[in-house]
């Protein structure tokens, strides 16, 4: 009888640590409540603001803007990064304490939508026209899950590629003709690829931007062959341009660049002068506080062209949690974020450019080079498309799977054929 | 004013306890043992039988932090064994344990011995062992990373005085999980140190007194009195070398992320992968299930060896 007790206590302690993981309850729900009079706790997942003076500075204005509207309602921010953000988001939900506003990036939407974590964003008003219209169409796929939309684009993170004119002019290569093919490209860099005399890699000809994993690059070269990554939720690159693309990563790597190659700074290596070719991300700091002005005269900005025209664009994406009890207050603090004083400011904080319609006009356009270059570039944007709704299980895969291929520990084409058999 | 002790009688018989009396007794040192007891399996019961018992039951489902789940049986138990990063890692983290144990134990033992003696400076040398385990792991990684540096750092720059090329410790699959292991020694010296000293100070010196009028030589001294008498203690830090290895986990993380591809991803890592970036708690509480298991299966074979140890 005791012992019949006891695990019925064990059992019932056992059902709450579960359930636990499904609800909670924080404060009463505000949702219909005027905005004068709601009151509770809006909590933020934030990696748009870095938690430095100036980022809290820039996210406190965001609120003071917000307590207009809403003057009884506390904002509760957490300064996430993209490498937390998921063990942020899963021990909030386990906790039975989710957050109201979430802000993640390309290839969180669809996973999330699909477990129902993020609220439709249908019932504000938020159409692919609207976004169209407000913001930056290039990103609709990457927060359409279902053909719903579930996130709204705050920023955009372009990447281009740069080249510095003196080594192009020192191998004997025209900078003003910047090689835009994968073919061209390889070419290229193996000419600029600088080595000691024990053949030693000393400068890359060209940086992939993949220390820690091929994922991003191979997206990117594969888009630009005019192939997406994923089409509706379905692999695209168990082919021969996937196998292509990966065997030119393959050919590349040890050959124009040392695996692994990163500097202490997680700079961009060519703007750098480790490498005399290369990815880059969407912003110069061409101030005698960044490369200054000499170095960013010597760069010159270009897309990949092996057939489409391309650049890598990831992004900010705003959402609202679906078991929110202040869906209207979350709504009206997003609302708030995409005000472009707001947007311009969190774009220089990021070194990105601000997801708003005329984003070539924007302030983080016009104060360099990169990012002018980049926002004009907005309708060449490609990322990994409209990924499966285990998009985040694949992305680890897709790293660890496209390192082993690259490194020849497996079959560069039993690699794709498992990565689109794994994708579901 | 005086007080007078009344003498008891010799011939008053003495009371014999009962069966009564004692089982009383009994019963009331078992009621205040439970009571001593109750805090310590509150907190046994709260912190490791619940979330033990959760783990078995999560790992018989496909939760995935979203709003349904169901009962997947042993599914999960089912693609782990297919599963070839879970493999890799498992793999991994057996080879890290069998690499480092023994040869930080060893190590450990003979830097014990050595502070055992009568040294200048042993102070400073017990301190400098030990600093590595109250130094914060995030530290210690951060430091052996500009040591693997392959372009700035301390260990090429010292093999390139003898003539050797620039390796890519961590960068390179061949290399990679070696260069985790020396980290590993390295910090897990301290503690080891510390009670092995400890018990060398233990070791009876009659005994070792017998030995030198035996006209035993220091060798001879530490296979037959020392060796026998640290028995006890080679098996607690056996045990406990083997829970740490098994659960290396922020080394990994700062230093490799399992990297490159899964050539240093360990158990614990994968676990942390699939719960907090794939969001597959079910699935992660299977392979919790099954480090479980193997941890239970190495301190099986540590207690073997410690009995077979003990009857020689």
């Known amino acids: 009888m005791r012992r019949g007790v006891g695990l019925t206590v064990l059992a019932a302690a056992l059902s709450v640590v579960v359930s636990g993981c499904g609800s909670g309850v924080i404060d009463k729900s505000t949702d219909g409540v005027p905005p004068a009079e709601a009151t509770g706790t809006l909590r933020v997942l934030i990696p748009s603001f870095p938690p430095s003076t100036k980022g809290r500075e820039a996210f406190q204005n965001v609120v003071d803007e917000f307590h207009k509207t809403y003057p009884k309602m506390k904002v509760e921010p957490d300064f996430a990064t993209y490498n937390n953000l998921n063990e942020k988001l899963a021990t909030s939900i386990a906790a039975g304490i989710p957050y109201d506003v979430m ?77 835009t093919s994968l073919a061209e490209i390889k070419v290229a860099a193996e000419k600029l690829t600088k080595r000691d005399k024990n053949g030693n890699i000393t400068r890359s000809g060209f940086d992939l931007a993949s220390a820690t994993g091929f994922r991003q690059s191979f997206t990117t070269f594969l ?98 949690g679906s078991r929110s009890h202040h869906k209207d207050a979350a709504w009206a603090f997003i609302q708030t974020m995409v005000n472009k004083p707001t947007l311009d400011a969190i774009a220089k904080l990021n070194k990105k450019i601000p997801a708003y319609k005329d984003a070539g006009n924007s302030p983080q356009a016009q104060s360099n080079p990169l990012s002018n270059f980049t926002a004009n570039g907005l309708q060449y944007a490609a990322n990994e498309n409209e990924v499966p709704s285990n998009w985040l299980e694949m992305r680890g895969n897709f790293d660890i799977q496209l390192t082993q291929a690259v490194l020849g520990q497996k079959d560069p084409a039993k690699v794709l054929h498992n990565l689109a058999g794994q994708s579901r | 004013m005086s007080t007078t002790l009344e ?52 790992s018989l489902t496909d939760y995935s932090f979203g709003d349904t789940w169901s009962w997947v049986g042993f599914g999960n138990y089912a693609d782990l064994a297919r599963d070839v990063d879970f493999l890799a890692s498992l793999w991994h983290t057996v080879l890290y344990a069998i690499v480092v144990i023994p040869i930080s134990m060893a190590i450990a033992l003979a830097v014990a011995v050595g502070l055992n003696q009568k040294i200048r400076g042993l102070g400073f040398f017990r301190t400098a062992f030990y600093i590595p385990t109250v130094t914060a792991t995030v530290a210690i990684a951060t ?132 719960a907090f970036q794939d969001l597959k708690l079910g699935y992660a509480s299977a392979e919790t299930v099954i480090m479980m298991i193997v941890i239970a299966a190495f301190i099986g074979v540590g207690r073997l060896l410690q009995r077979a140890d003990t009857n020689d």
């Open chain 2, 7 to 58: 003498r008891p009688a010799l011939d008053t018989p003495r009371k014999v306890p009962t069966a009564k009396d004692t089982g009383t007794l009994l019963k009331g040192q078992k009621r205040t043992g439970w009571a001593l007891l109750a805090p310590a399996l509150l907190h046994s019961a709260i912190f490791i039988v619940i979330p033990v018992v959760a783990v078995l039951v999560l």
């Open chain 1, 103 to 179: 802000v993640t990036g390309v290839g969180w939407v669809q996973p999330f939508a699909s477990k129902n974590i993020f609220e439709d964003l249908g019932k504000y008003g938020v159409t692919p026209d609207f976004i169209k219209e407000k913001s930056t169409p290039a990103l609709i796929p990457a927060v359409t899950y279902d053909k719903k939309l579930y996130a709204y684009p705050l920023l955009a993170d372009a990447r281009a590629v740069a080249l510095r004119k003196s080594a192009f002019i020192e191998a004997g290569l025209d900078p003003n003709k910047p090689p």
């Open chain 2, 143 to 274: 430091i052996w990373l500009w040591i693997y540096n392959p372009g700035s750092g301390l260990a090429n720059g010292f093999l390139s005085l003898f003539g050797f090329a620039p390796n890519r410790w961590l960068a390179d699959p061949a290399t990679a999980l070696p260069s985790l292991m020396v980290v590993g020694i390295w910090q897990g010296l301290g503690t080891k140190i510390i009670i092995y000293l400890a018990a060398l100070q233990g070791v009876s010196r009659d005994l070792l007194e017998s030995a030198d009028l035996d006209g035993a030589s220091r060798w001879q001294r530490f296979v037959n009195v020392t060796w026998p008498s640290l028995g006890p203690v080679q098996f607690f830090v056996l045990i406990t070398s083997i829970v740490g290895t098994f659960q290396v986990f922020d080394l990994v993380y700062v230093m490799t992320r399992g990297g490159p591809g899964s050539d240093t991803r360990v158990l614990v890592l994968d676990i942390y992968q699939n």
């Open chain 1, 223 to 320: 888009a630009s062959t005019g192939t997406p990554l994923y089409v509706g939720g379905e692999p695209n690159f168990d082919n021969k341009a996937g196998l292509d693309t990966l065997l030119w990563i393959k050919s590349m790597i040890n050959n124009v660049q040392p695996y692994g190659q990163t500097n202490a700074a997680q700079q961009p290596l060519v703007l750098t002068g480790e490498a005399a070719m290369g990815i880059v991300n969407g912003a110069v700091d061409c101030s005698d506080k960044g490369i200054g002005k000499k170095n960013c005269d010597d760069l010159k900005f270009f897309r990949f062209d092996s057939g489409k025209e391309i650049e890598y664009v990831g992004g900010d994406l705003a959402s609202i």
